[in-house]
C-alpha cells in the first residue's frame, strides 16, 4: 500500500528537503515494497525503465533508498527517522550557511544603493587590530578626546599615550563606570593622569564602552558582552553627532573625580568618599580603595551624612553637589 499523499497534489512530503516530486512518488512506491527492480517500479509509474534507474540512482546518492546487488539488482527504502533525518540535518546546515551570507549580502545591497556608506561606519574585527586602530586613533587626535571607560578592557591602558596628548594640547575627558574603577590602586591612577590634565568623572554604570576624537571618529563595540571581539569605527556624520550627544549628556551627570589639595599629596577623606558614594561604590569597594574596613566605612558615611543634615546617600550626593564639595 502507497502511503497517502504520495500522488499528484498529495505529494510534497520532502519538497521542503529538496527533493522533486516525481522522486518523492518513486521513493513512496519503494517504501510500500521492498526489493524492487526498476522494470517493476518503471511499470508502476507508467514511465521507461532507464527513466526507473534514474530515479532510483537519485534516491540512492540521497541516502533514501539501498542497492542490493544480486540476481537482479533491486531497491528498499533506508529507514525514514534515519535517512529523512540526515537529509533535515544537511538542509539545516545549507539554510545556517545561508543565513550566515546575509550581512555579505547586505553589504552588496548598500553599496548598490548608498555608495558613501563604507566611507561612513567601518567594522573592525579582532582584539589585537581594535587595539591597534585605537591606538591609531589617539595618535590621530588633535583637538579632543572624549571617552566612556567601562569594561571589558583588551588593552591595559597607557599612561605615556595620554601624557603624549595632553602635552600637545589635546582636551581628554573620560567617563569611567565604577566598575573600571573598583580594582585596588585603579583610583590612584586615575587621579595621577588628572594631575596630569585629564578631565575625568565616574558615573555608577555606562551605556558602552565609546571613543570620540576631534569630532571626527568614534569608535564603539559591535555588541556588549564580557568580551569584546568587534568594533564599529563611525566617521563624521549624524550618527557620530548622536554619539557626541550621548556623551555631553552623561558628562554633565557624571561625578567629577577630586583632584588633591594645594596643601595635601591626596583629596581630604571627605570629598574622596561622596565622589565614591555618588559613583555607585558598594560600601566593600570604597574600603578597598580607601584601604579601611568597611566598617570604618560605615562610619564615616554615617558621619558625614550627619554633618550635611542627609537621610540618605542619595541626598548627601545632593546636599554635597550644593556646597561645592564635589
Not at 591609531?136 to 578626546?145: C, I, K, P
Request: charged share 25%.
Amino acid at each position: 500500500m502507497v502511503p497517502s499523499g504520495s500522488r499528484g497534489a498529495q505529494g510534497g512530503w520532502l519538497e521542503g528537503l529538496g527533493i522533486p516530486e516525481h522522486e518523492q512518488t518513486a521513493y513512496l512506491r519503494v517504501l510500500a515494497a521492498p526489493h524492487r527492480t526498476a522494470a517493476e517500479l518503471a511499470a508502476e509509474l507508467g514511465t521507461t525503465a532507464e527513466r526507473a534507474e534514474r530515479l532510483l540512482a537519485a534516491l540512492t546518492e540521497q541516502g533514501l533508498v539501498n542497492r542490493h546487488d544480486g540476481e537482479g539488482a533491486r531497491w528498499s527504502a533506508a529507514a525514514p527517522d534515519v535517512a529523512v533525518e540526515a537529509l533535515l540535518l544537511r538542509r539545516e546546515e545549507e539554510l545556517l550557511r545561508t543565513r550566515g551570507r546575509v550581512a555579505e549580502l547586505m553589504r552588496a545591497y548598500r553599496r548598490a544603493h548608498r555608495p558613501h556608506a563604507d566611507d561612513l561606519v567601518e567594522v573592525v574585527t579582532g582584539q589585537a587590530a581594535i587595539a591597534e586602530r585605537w591606538r591609531q586613533l589617539q595618535d590621530g587626535a588633535r583637538r579632543s578626546l572624549a571617552m566612556f571607560d567601562k569594561p571589558p578592557h583588551i588593552v591595559r591602558s597607557d599612561p605615556a599615550l595620554e601624557h603624549a596628548l595632553l602635552d600637545r594640547g589635546v582636551r581628554v575627558r573620560a567617563v569611567y563606570e565604577a566598575g573600571s574603577v573598583s580594582a585596588p590602586g585603579r583610583l590612584a591612577e586615575i587621579r595621577e593622569i588628572v594631575e596630569a590634565g585629564e578631565e575625568a568623572r565616574m558615573l555608577p554604570e555606562l551605556p558602552c564602552k565609546l571613543a570620540i576624537v576631534d569630532d571626527r571618529w568614534a569608535m564603539l563595540p559591535v555588541a556588549s558582552g564580557a568580551e569584546l571581539h568587534g568594533a564599529v569605527l563611525v566617521r563624521a556624520s549624524s550618527l557620530l553627532d548622536a554619539l557626541s550627544g550621548m556623551f555631553e549628556a552623561y558628562w554633565q551627570r557624571a561625578v567629577r573625580v577630586p583632584q588633591a589639595r594645594a596643601d595635601r599629596a591626596e583629596p581630604d577623606r571627605r570629598t574622596e568618599l561622596l565622589t565614591l558614594l555618588s559613583a555607585g561604590f558598594t560600601d566593600d569597594s570604597i574600603a578597598r580603595q580607601l584601604g579601611v574596613s568597611p566598617r570604618t566605612v560605615q562610619r564615616w558615611v554615617r558621619e558625614v551624612m550627619d554633618a550635611l543634615g542627609a537621610r540618605t546617600r542619595f541626598q548627601a550626593g545632593i546636599q554635597a553637589a550644593r556646597a561645592g564639595l564635589l
